[in-house]
């Protein structure tokens, strides 16, 4: 940790300036000050809670839906595919309520009409009809549980796989305007709060009201005076559950909080672990796990002291209630002013357990109620995005000629912000474009804008004379291959990955592709070859090693135009002379572009665009660019006098 204390002279960083009027904070005060900003939602979406009970055990928690109505009726959209299997399951709700209810009048019959006669005949078959309605309504519960769960999954399949066709459809923008751990969220933790509501807070909560409204009816039925005992007791109950649950939740919300922080320091230190070795900071890392480690143990502890709470207070609470009623009762039957016997004051302290013990379950259940409902509306939230498709083209493209022309073409990521400024090139068929300039001048820009994964402010791009608005998304982008200069794999092998750029392609043509990019050879120096295994990313892979095996992917695709953004970046200089060989190859016939800084590997490109600050400054051969004198000359004579002194040195 980097703390307030006195600097060496000797050993200050020259580079620093030190304002000594400024009040400079260390490392604790910058986090506690950022800490303090911070918006966690992100965080709360990454994680989940530990030892809730009931329903909302597992879960994040999550905020209010902003429109409470309309998520449930698009949730019931879904549900209504299954009409019948839900009518079973309202129904088998119903009878397993009333026939638990039921149960407590049967025992008060068999006390008063069997049990204080010493009628054991009559008391035997009242028992039997108990465990019979037991054995049915156990019966009853399971069918109910077991097709709410079968309709509960299918909805959720159904709801998450519509999530996950709409990310693959969605423009890219979409991703660039949203983080990835909220995009993952949607479709995982919040569909999971979806997924918790429908399979037991649904039937659950619907247990809860009819047992309520049942065994209060049965109260009053049996007797009304011990009734009302009983309703002197619910504002308290009423008023500490929800005092306590909304306290719960602040706790938690404090526990998601600390959680979250101490994720990000588990992930930055894994992620920057050679950093972190690099300049000994081991034990700062340490500390700084500790102090929020402490933080989050005192947060867990609170809130699960506030979870711990409601049922020891509700037991506690059944107990006395149960003692009051056999006193209030025992005194009415005494005095003999109400009409009352020993069977009616038992069956009212089990309506008494049956009644109080919903009132919690309640306050819990709606709350995660709550919180499905605001998992479904981000959810829903997501699949309305609205899908890039519905600005596609209509016309299917074979094969593209390769004739490529921008007319001042104006576009920016953000409104306000221009990118690039009145854009205007042609890129003749089979030709060779290099697009060359500063970092973040433009260049991946116009790729991206090739590929239509954007759309332009103004101006147009033509392909073959056509507007490429007018082509279908899906053809213009098979058309086009791509080699980037950030590459990514997918968990597969490593066959997998190079066939990717053509599934009907045979396997003699994955290998021919290889050799053409040059990665063959090093492929079959792996333990299973072709067969090898790639971890997510190519985390098992170099850097150039992961380039080569995308080049391979794009040769095997057999693009009509090819783009290639610093491809050959990560490999060494042998390997690049090689792989050039194989793109000049490949790029024989096609209408290439080409984006590179370093400009020795450009000097054979038909033509050469200069760009600088969104704009177009200069266009020409290798040659004419640098009889002019201009911006490439002095880029291309900057870069050639480092290369000389990394000769001579």
């Known amino acids: ?241 929800m005092k306590v649950a909304k306290t719960t939740k602040k706790g938690f919300v404090a526990q998601q909080k600390h959680l979250g922080a101490l994720n990000s320091i588990v992930e930055e230190s894994i992620s920057g672990l050679k950093v972190v070795k690099l300049y000994g900071q081991e034990p700062e890392i340490v500390n700084e796990f500790s102090v929020k480690n402490t933080q989050l143990k005192k947060a867990g502890f609170k809130a699960q002291v506030y979870a711990g709470v409601i049922m020891p207070v509700i037991n506690f609470m059944n107990n006395l209630i149960y003692l009051v009623i056999v006193a209030v009762g025992g005194l009415l039957f005494i005095s003999g002013r109400v009409a009352i016997t020993i069977g009616d004051i038992s069956a009212i302290t089990a309506y008494a357990r049956q009644f109080i013990r919903p009132i919690a379950n309640i306050a819990q259940l709606f709350n995660a109620l709550q919180q499905g409902i605001a998992g479904a509306e981000r959810v829903f939230t997501l699949i309305d995005e609205e899908d890039e498709y519905l600005s596609d083209g209509e016309t299917t493209v074979e094969d593209f000629k390769g004739c490529v022309k921008f007319n001042d073409v104006t576009f920016g990521y953000v409104k306000g912000k221009t990118v690039l400024k009145n854009i205007s090139f042609e ?60 590459t990514h794999l997918f968990s597969g092998t490593v066959y997998d990955n190079i066939v990717y750029g053509d599934l009907s392609a045979t396997k003699e043509e994955v290998i021919e592709a290889a050799k053409m990019a040059n990665s063959h050879d090093f492929i079959m120096k792996l333990p299973d070859g072709y067969d090898s295994e790639v971890y997510e990313g190519g985390q098992n892979f170099s850097q150039g090693e992961r380039q080569l095996i995308s080049i391979a992917r794009t040769i095997l695709s057999n693009p009509d135009i090819l783009i290639l953004d610093e491809a050959t970046s990560n490999v060494d200089t042998r390997t690049e002379f090689k792989i050039q060989e194989s793109m000049r190859h490949l790029m024989k016939g096609r209408t290439s572009f080409v984006i590179a800084h370093r400009l020795q590997t450009i000097r054979s490109a038909h033509k050469i665009l200069v760009i600088h600050d969104g704009e177009l400054i200069e266009s020409g051969t290798h040659n004419e660019l640098l009889d002019q004198e201009g911006f490439y000359y002095e880029l291309y004579t900057t870069q050639f006098h480092e290369l000389l002194k990394d000769i001579k040195g």
Not at 108 to 129: E, R, S
Not at 224 to 239: C, G
Request: no cysteine.
């Open 1 to 241: 940790m980097l703390k307030n204390k006195e600097i060496n002279p000797k050993k200050a960083n020259p580079f620093s300036k030190v304002d000594h009027k400024k009040v400079v904070l260390d490392k604790n005060q910058i986090k506690a000050r950022n800490e303090a900003n911070k918006d966690y939602s992100k965080e709360l979406s990454k994680t989940t809670t530990r030892g809730t009970r009931g329903p909302g055990r597992g879960m994040y928690l999550g905020g209010k839906a902003k429109n409470s109505k309309a998520t449930v009726l698009r949730i019931w959209d879904y549900l209504g595919r299954y009409k019948a299997g839900l009518t079973i399951v309202a129904f088998a709700t119903l009878l397993t309520s009333l026939l638990a209810i039921l149960i407590p009048w049967l025992f008060a019959k068999a006390i008063d009409d069997y049990i204080l006669t010493f009628d054991l005949n009559g008391a035997f078959v009242i028992g039997l009809y108990i465990v019979g309605i037991a054995v049915l309504t156990s019966a009853v519960r399971f069918i109910s549980r077991y097709v709410m769960v079968i309709i509960s999954q299918k909805t959720i399949k159904k709801i998450r796989k519509d999530a996950f066709d709409k990310l693959q459809n969605l423009p890219v923008n979409y991703y660039d305007t949203n983080q990835p751990g909220d995009i993952v969220s949607r479709i995982t933790n919040d569909v999971d709060l979806i997924s918790n509501s429908l399979a037991s807070v649904v039937n659950e909560l619907l247990t809860s009201i009819i047992t309520l409204v049942g065994s209060l009816v049965m109260m009053f039925i049996l007797n009304w005076a011990l009734a009302f005992v009983v309703l002197l007791f619910v504002p308290v109950m009423v008023l500490f559950t």
């Open 427 to 486: 890129a003749e068929v089979g030709k060779t474009v290099a697009i060359v300039g500063p970092t973040g001048s433009g260049k991946t820009t116009i790729i991206n804008l090739l590929n239509r994964f954007y759309d332009i402010d103004s101006g147009s791009i033509e392909i073959d004379h056509k507007n490429i608005t007018e082509y279908k998304k899906d053809d213009l982008r098979k058309k086009i291959g791509v080699v980037l200069q950030d």
